[in-house]
């Protein structure tokens, strides 16, 4: 019995020390505590994820979307100039920028609203369920897409127009602001159509109205003065209007104070749709 007893205290002697280096041995490197990861940071990997999601789906058919961004804008082009074979640099410049205009309404209002309102009706929006985005980061990627669907085509119908019309534009650092604030008002204003309409019918019917009256009964493909008075007065509701008067403006005599107003209308017709968007993207499962 004594003997027992002692290889019984000596088992509990040895399992005692084996516990107090157990706790007093360093943590292993897998469950150290690490530090939180700054909301920042967290937000830019989150937008940056989104975006390339956006991306991969746009690299599948993004020759039709050049191809088809540029047929519509290039066959008017051609038109114009064949309907006057000796034409003014202001007339040039008239048809170049409306084409161009016409391209980003093609891309950025109608493709937009409909592509939207395609995948709200499929359910594809619900996926975003599964992931912890925020909606702000969801409409920031695309936002994205539209402005990679619609920069081709201002390039495209930028270079086809000075080869076709053999003009030299007026060149300065604000068209780049007016591509960029022309290219995000026309994607986030065909966002809005599609996240408002109750169904894809419905969508198709309004992008198709509004790509036409846009184009051809505003101040687009022609001057303010030559439109009616009663068309007048609603050509100032809509921003392609501004994008259309900035880019003649610039492409002909440069910079100037009335483009700086139109500059700063388009930044507050950006503000509006996004706020719109936000407010009416009902990309959650209810």
Same mark, same amino acid.
């Given at each position: 019995?004594?003997?027992?007893?002692? $290889?019984? !205290?000596?088992?509990?002697?040895?399992?005692k020390a084996t516990a107090m280096q157990v706790q007093a041995a360093p943590m292993p490197q897998s469950i150290v505590k690490?530090?939180?990861?700054?909301?920042? #940071?967290? #937000?830019?990997?989150?937008?940056?994820?989104?975006?390339?999601?956006?991306?991969?789906?746009?690299?599948?058919?993004?020759?039709?979307? $050049?191809?088809?961004?540029?047929? =519509?804008? &290039?066959?008017?082009?051609?038109?114009?100039?064949?309907?006057?074979?000796?034409?003014?640099?202001?007339?040039?410049?008239?048809?170049?920028?409306?084409?161009? /205009?016409? *391209?980003? /309404?093609?891309?950025?209002?109608?493709?937009?609203?409909?592509?939207?309102?395609?995948?709200?009706?499929?359910?594809?929006?619900?996926?975003? &369920?599964?992931?912890?985005?925020?909606?702000?980061? =969801? /409409?920031?990627?695309?936002?994205?897409?539209?402005?990679?669907?619609?920069?081709?085509?201002?390039?495209?119908?930028?270079?086809?127009?000075?080869?076709?019309?053999?003009?030299? =534009?007026?060149?300065?650092?604000?068209?780049?602001?007016?591509?960029?604030?022309?290219?995000?008002?026309?994607?986030?204003?065909?966002? $809005?159509?599609?996240?408002?309409?109750?169904?894809?019918?419905?969508?198709?019917?309004?992008?198709?109205?509004?790509?036409? =009256?846009? %184009?051809?009964?505003?101040?687009?493909? +022609?001057?303010?003065?030559?439109?009616?008075?009663?068309?007048?007065? +609603?050509?100032?509701?809509?921003?392609?209007?501004?994008?259309?008067?900035?880019? !003649?403006?610039?492409?002909?005599? *440069?910079?100037? %104070?009335? +483009? *700086?107003?139109?500059?700063?209308? &388009?930044? *507050?017709?950006?503000?509006?749709?996004?706020? &719109?968007?936000? #407010?009416?993207?009902?990309? !959650?499962?209810?």
């Amino acid at each position: 019995m004594c003997i027992l007893s002692w $290889v019984e !205290r000596k088992d509990r002697s040895k399992m005692k020390a084996t516990a107090m280096q157990v706790q007093a041995a360093p943590m292993p490197q897998s469950i150290v505590k690490r530090e939180p990861i700054p909301l920042w #940071k967290r #937000k830019v990997s989150e937008v940056a994820t989104l975006c390339w999601m956006q991306l991969l789906e746009l690299r599948q058919n993004w020759i039709w979307v $050049v191809l088809l961004a540029s047929m =519509f804008p &290039l066959t008017t082009l051609m038109f114009m100039k064949f309907l006057n074979p000796n034409p003014t640099p202001a007339y040039i410049v008239q048809a170049i920028a409306g084409n161009m /205009i016409f *391209g980003v /309404i093609v891309t950025g209002v109608n493709m937009m609203s409909q592509n939207i309102s395609w995948q709200k009706e499929q359910g594809h929006f619900t996926y975003y &369920l599964s992931l912890p985005v925020h909606k702000l980061s =969801f /409409i920031t990627a695309v936002l994205f897409r539209g402005l990679l669907n619609t920069v081709p085509s201002l390039v495209v119908m930028a270079l086809i127009g000075k080869l076709a019309f053999e003009v030299e =534009f007026h060149y300065s650092w604000w068209l780049l602001l007016l591509f960029f604030l022309a290219t995000y008002v026309c994607s986030a204003f065909g966002t $809005v159509i599609g996240f408002w309409s109750k169904n894809q019918q419905l969508t198709n019917m309004l992008s198709q109205v509004l790509m036409m =009256f846009l %184009s051809f009964l505003s101040p687009v493909m +022609v001057t303010m003065e030559q439109l009616p008075g009663a068309l007048q007065g +609603v050509a100032y509701v809509f921003p392609t209007t501004y994008i259309a008067e900035a880019a !003649r403006a610039l492409l002909l005599t *440069g910079y100037s %104070s009335a +483009v *700086g107003w139109q500059l700063l209308i &388009l930044t *507050g017709y950006a503000l509006v749709f996004t706020v &719109l968007i936000i #407010k009416k993207a009902d990309w !959650r499962a209810k």
